[in-house]
């Protein structure tokens, strides 16, 4: 048996060497090189590096720019990504069903994906130009320097965008998971007396848990990752109102050559993230339902 176990063991390691070598080297390793160089003052350019300690970071946090894109990439993080979900929500149940209109419904929703972030970025651009743009065909020019020119209607005309780009997957999420609650627990609840809020609040709820868990891992990372429509539409314009964290650090590397910088500003974001996934962990880690048991 020992001997039976000793093989075993070793069939399992051999198989994860290769995903954790994997792992090591498209992770861990750039990790630890990241958190290297934002010890330095490093153009890109040249081999010279000259070290300078916590330097960047403390220029980082003395920066405008810093603390808007940090601010915007929480805002859509805590404010946008809870409305995208419950959205999503709302229209899946809407959704639901083999009627016609359900299954047109899921495909209209789908349209979105169905193209690249940059096309999307580049639809939405169009459609708020404030000379030609869809939205002033329609009588809703907006300010005089137009929805993304506007300092006081960039973030939320950005906003919008991000909801349309991202709602279609998450609402075909949350429709998935709704089709795999069988039929007979809806039933059984209706039998007792509990329709509408109530038998979403009890039945729904707790049976859609492990996607909503999914659901909210996933537009945590999507919104802290926020790049494409951002280069796109605005390029962090006007005044840095629709900066994140992700396309600061790219603008400190291609137009501003400060490597060590913009790795500081990698390591404050693998931070961010991992304190938002230990956060994620502590409210998904056990179904309240289950708790109640």
């Known amino acids: 048996m020992a001997g039976q176990d000793i093989r075993k063991t070793g069939f399992v390691l051999t198989c994860l060497v290769p995903g954790l070598t994997l792992y090591l080297w498209l992770v861990v390793v ?34 405008e720019e810093f603390w808007w894109a940090v601010r915007n990439s929480f805002t859509i993080l805590l404010v946008v990504a809870p409305i995208l979900l419950l959205m999503a929500m709302g229209l899946a149940h809407l959704a639901q069903g083999d009627s016609k209109g359900a299954k047109l419904m899921r495909t209209i929703y789908l349209f979105p994906n169905l193209i690249s972030l940059v096309a999307a970025a580049l639809i939405w651009r169009a459609a708020y130009n404030p000379s030609v743009g869809l939205l002033r065909g329609i009588g809703l020019a907006g300010p005089e320097n137009g929805w993304l020119g506007d300092v006081g209607t960039a ?41 509408g809020w109530r038998k979403y609040w009890l039945v729904t709820r707790p049976l859609m848990w492990p996607v909503r868990r999914v659901a909210s891992v996933h537009v ?63 409210v998904f880690r056990r179904n309240p339902v289950e708790g109640q048991r």
């Open 30 to 63: 750039p990790f630890i090189k990241t958190l290297e160089l934002s010890g330095y003052r490093f153009s890109g350019v040249s081999t010279k590096r000259t070290w300078v300690g916590f330097e960047n970071f403390a220029d980082l946090g003395n920066r």
């Open 155 to 195: 973030f939320g005309a950005f906003a919008v965008a991000f909801v349309w780009v991202s709602l279609g997957f998450y609402t075909m999420l949350y429709c998935a998971g709704l089709a795999g609650i069988p039929g007979e627990v809806h039933e059984a609840c209706e039998l007792e007396g509990a329709k």
């Open 220 to 282: 945590t990372i999507a919104s802290l990752g926020v790049f494409a429509l951002v280069n796109v539409m605005t390029e962090g314009a006007p005044s840095n109102r629709t900066e994140t964290m992700l396309h600061s650090l790219y603008r400190m590397m291609t137009t501003g050559g400060e490597f060590g910088k913009a790795a500081a500003m990698g390591v404050v974001m693998m931070v961010v993230t991992a304190l938002a996934s230990i956060a994620l962990w502590g």
